[in-house]
């Protein structure tokens, strides 16, 4: 008698146990599905990584050095959702596209926009190419994108391979995001070359060209776009001096707010609230 009433004990606690677990999935998949749309700036150490997500539409442009993307992306985007609409490589340089094949191998990702292709390129961009030919993504070269509440426009320069480091630089695809009033400019590596070329204006927040370094956010640019806020995207103590001294003391003499990664972490930025955060979910700033 006493084991039967033991035994119906344990059936009881057991379909408790799984009911509980089942409400708290589907408390999960309800958070997730009311998640606010965000811009997230990667903390990737000495790279680049940039993702906006607004219901189930991803944008992600550049994937940082190596691992740390995918470490971290699982963290902003629905847990169940595995796909990527728009992945943006905005130039081969290592420091932004090797954090991409892991991606490219574990999400459906629709679309790549590449810029112009080095004339030469290691083993490893072969690998990122690979990837995509064997995935069978669509690529481009730029996009115009009008989703619900937001716009993304994406160009790069069209013609033949670059050969020097600066001209990859320079052929970086520039993203510009418009939504609900507020505006991002994400530069990829582009140099002073390339900014004296473009016409935006009156930019919220500049993911500024090069890791802030000297050879970007030149003064007629920062001029015409009149930044609130830039994102110097660096790690600490990298050999390069990212982000410049200069550059830095630039920005605040034309009062533009400055982050940099290595300093805060990931940088969130909740666009249906304008808030700024840094990685300890503390408010750093204002729209």
Request: hydrophobic share 40%; proline share 2%.
């Amino acid at each position: 008698m006493d084991s039967q009433i033991s035994y119906e004990k344990t059936v009881s606690a057991n379909l408790v146990s799984l009911l509980v677990s089942i409400l708290m999935l589907l408390a999960n998949v309800t958070y997730f599905a009311k998640i606010e749309p965000k811009i997230v700036f990667f903390d990737v150490g000495q790279g680049d990584s940039m993702l906006f997500v607004s219901g189930s539409f991803q944008l992600l442009i550049d994937g940082g050095p190596g691992k740390y993307l995918i470490q971290k992306f699982n963290r902003y985007v629905r847990f169940y959702d595995r796909s990527i609409e728009v992945l943006i490589l905005t130039h081969p340089h290592l420091d932004h596209y090797a954090g991409l094949v892991e991606v490219i191998k574990r999400f459906e990702v629709k679309t790549v926009v590449l810029s112009a292709k080095p004339c030469k390129f290691d083993e490893f961009y072969t690998v990122f190419m690979d990837e995509l030919m064997k995935k069978g993504v669509r690529v481009v070269s730029g996009l115009a994108i009008k989703g619900e509440g937001y716009q993304i426009t994406a160009t790069s320069k069209e013609g033949s391979c670059v050969k020097t480091q600066d001209e990859i630089n320079n052929s970086s695809v520039i993203t510009k995001l418009d939504f609900g009033g507020i505006s991002i400019l994400n530069m990829g590596d582009a140099h002073e070359d390339l900014e004296k070329e473009m016409k935006y204006s009156e930019i919220d927040i500049l993911k500024a060209g090069h890791h802030c370094s000297v050879t970007s956010s030149s003064e007629n640019f920062l001029k015409s776009i009149q930044a609130k806020y830039a994102i110097c995207s660096a790690g600490w103590g990298n050999i390069y001096g990212h982000p410049s001294e200069a550059v830095l003391k630039r920005f605040e003499r034309f009062g533009v707010r400055t982050f940099v990664t290595f300093e805060t972490g990931d940088i969130v930025v909740n666009l249906t609230k304008g808030l700024i955060y840094n990685q300890r979910n503390k408010v750093i700033g204002q729209l």
